[in-house]
């Protein structure tokens, strides 16, 4: 599975952003597809992640403000991010988990948010 994520940028605080990660590969056989952030200094840490059947979980601090989203005809997740805060400042990873339980993540996408 090959992962190509885009989208990032420079916002100001309080502006939105969407990341798309599109799949090629084997891609029948993706069961997850899910965001991770880390910021200078810290963790990866999970954002947001969507199954093959829809449901989705989100990290409390991104609750309610990012919506991550999945097009199963275009092999592509979403992560949709309004009401940006400087702490959403971080690389961006998109990480796939497939059927035989192997992981594969994309190349980062900087979001920068500005005060």
């Known amino acids: 599975v090959q992962l190509q994520a885009s989208g990032g940028g420079l916002v100001q605080a309080g502006g939105s952003l969407r990341l798309s990660c599109a799949a090629s590969?084997?891609?029948?056989?993706?069961?997850?597809m899910n965001w991770y952030r880390q910021a200078p200094g810290k963790q990866r840490e999970l954002v947001a992640a969507?199954?093959?059947?829809?449901?989705?979980d989100y990290a409390d601090s991104v609750k309610g403000r990012f919506t991550i989203s999945r097009d199963n005809t275009k092999n592509t997740v979403y992560l949709q991010m309004n009401s940006l805060k400087p702490e959403d400042t971080a690389v961006y990873y998109c990480?796939?988990?497939?059927?035989?339980?192997?992981?594969?993540w994309g190349q980062g996408t900087q979001v920068t948010v500005s005060s």
């Open positions: 590969g084997s891609i029948f056989s993706i069961k997850a």
């Open positions: 969507i199954t093959s059947s829809g449901s989705r």
């Open positions: 990480m796939v988990t497939v059927v035989a339980g192997y992981d594969y």
